[in-house]
C-alpha cells in the first residue's frame, strides 16, 4: 500500500459500492484515507458530483483521483457550453471510458464506479478498471474492500447475467430504502475485516427528485 522505491503510485485505499434501481440509484464510498498503517484523515470525500444527475466514485490514488475529476469537469463545462445542456449519465460513462483509455501507457490509477440516472429515468452504474473497460451493471464494489462485499450483493441481489439473450435490465429489485439498507450492512460488515475501509461512510442518492446525502458512522479502528 506504501510509496517504495521508483514506484510513482500509492494506494490509499477505501471502497466504493453502488446499486442500481428502478427509478433511483445508490452509490456510497467510505472517509478513510490512509497509506500503510497511516490514516491521513478520517473525513475525505470518495465521491464526486460530475453533473445533475451523475456521481462518481473511486478508489485508489488519490493524486490522480482529483485529476482526473479536474479533466471530467472541464470536458463537462465545454460540453455544456457547445450543447446549452448537462450530459447525461451514459454519455458521461462514455466520455469518463475514453478519459482513462487515453492515459492507458502511464494510467491513472483509480478504480471508479459512475451512477446515476439515465435519459429514461432509470438508474444505471457504470463499473470501470483503470484503463477504461466499463459495464454497465446493476451493482458494483470497488477499492480495498471491494472482494467482501461484491459476494454478499452477489447474494442478495442476482443480477441477470449478461450474456442471457434476450438481454435483462440490469437494474435491482430493492426499493430505494431497502438499497440503502444493504448498502450501509455491507459497509459495516467490510470495516471489520479490511484496516483502510472505516470512519464513516457518505450515501448518495440519486432519483428523480434531486440528490440526497446521508452519512453513517463506522469503526475508527
Same mark, same amino acid.
Given at each position: 500500500?506504501?510509496?517504495?522505491?521508483?514506484?510513482?503510485?500509492?494506494?490509499?485505499?477505501?471502497?466504493?459500492?453502488?446499486?442500481?434501481?428502478?427509478?433511483?440509484?445508490?452509490?456510497?464510498?467510505?472517509?478513510?484515507?490512509?497509506?500503510?498503517?497511516?490514516?491521513?484523515?478520517?473525513?475525505?470525500?470518495?465521491?464526486?458530483?460530475?453533473?445533475?444527475?451523475?456521481?462518481?466514485?473511486?478508489?485508489?490514488?488519490?493524486?490522480?483521483?482529483?485529476?482526473?475529476?479536474?479533466?471530467?469537469?472541464?470536458?463537462?463545462?465545454?460540453?455544456?457550453?457547445?450543447?446549452?445542456?448537462?450530459?447525461?449519465?451514459?454519455?458521461?460513462?462514455?466520455?469518463?471510458?475514453?478519459?482513462?483509455?487515453?492515459?492507458?501507457?502511464?494510467?491513472?490509477?483509480?478504480?471508479?464506479?459512475?451512477?446515476?440516472?439515465?435519459? *429514461?429515468?432509470?438508474?444505471?452504474?457504470?463499473?470501470?478498471? &483503470? =484503463?477504461?473497460?466499463?459495464?454497465? $451493471?446493476?451493482? @458494483? /464494489?470497488?477499492?480495498?474492500?471491494?472482494?467482501?462485499?461484491?459476494?454478499?450483493?452477489?447474494?442478495?441481489?442476482?443480477?441477470?447475467?449478461?450474456?442471457?439473450?434476450?438481454?435483462? *435490465?440490469?437494474?435491482?429489485?430493492?426499493?430505494?430504502?431497502? &438499497? =440503502?439498507?444493504?448498502?450501509?450492512? $455491507?459497509?459495516? @460488515? /467490510?470495516?471489520?475485516?479490511?484496516?483502510?475501509?472505516?470512519?464513516?461512510?457518505?450515501?448518495?442518492?440519486?432519483?428523480?427528485?434531486?440528490?440526497?446525502?446521508?452519512?453513517?458512522?463506522?469503526?475508527?479502528?
Amino acid at each position: 500500500m506504501a510509496l517504495r522505491g521508483n514506484w510513482m503510485y500509492e494506494n490509499n485505499g477505501g471502497t466504493c459500492v453502488a446499486i442500481a434501481g428502478a427509478d433511483y440509484c445508490v452509490i456510497a464510498a467510505d472517509t478513510r484515507l490512509s497509506v500503510g498503517y497511516s490514516i491521513y484523515t478520517r473525513d475525505y470525500s470518495k465521491i464526486c458530483k460530475l453533473a445533475d444527475k451523475c456521481v462518481m466514485a473511486s478508489s485508489g490514488f488519490q493524486g490522480d483521483l482529483k485529476a482526473l475529476q479536474k479533466n471530467l469537469a472541464a470536458k463537462h463545462l465545454i460540453y455544456q457550453h457547445q450543447h446549452n445542456k448537462q450530459m447525461s449519465c451514459p454519455a458521461m460513462a462514455q466520455l469518463l471510458s475514453n478519459t482513462l483509455y487515453y492515459k492507458r501507457f502511464f494510467p491513472y490509477f483509480t478504480f471508479n464506479i459512475l451512477g446515476g440516472l439515465d435519459s *429514461d429515468g432509470k438508474g444505471c452504474v457504470f463499473t470501470y478498471d &483503470a =484503463v477504461g473497460s466499463y459495464e454497465r $451493471v446493476g451493482y @458494483s /464494489a470497488q477499492g480495498t474492500g471491494a472482494g467482501l462485499i461484491i459476494p454478499v450483493l452477489d447474494n442478495q441481489l442476482k443480477s441477470p447475467s449478461p450474456l442471457l439473450l434476450p438481454a435483462k *435490465d440490469a437494474v435491482t429489485p430493492l426499493l430505494e430504502m431497502e &438499497a =440503502v439498507d444493504l448498502v450501509k450492512d $455491507v459497509f459495516a @460488515s /467490510a470495516t471489520e475485516r479490511d484496516i483502510y475501509t472505516g470512519d464513516k461512510v457518505e450515501i448518495l442518492v440519486i432519483n428523480a427528485s434531486g440528490i440526497r446525502q446521508e452519512l453513517m458512522e463506522l469503526r475508527k479502528d
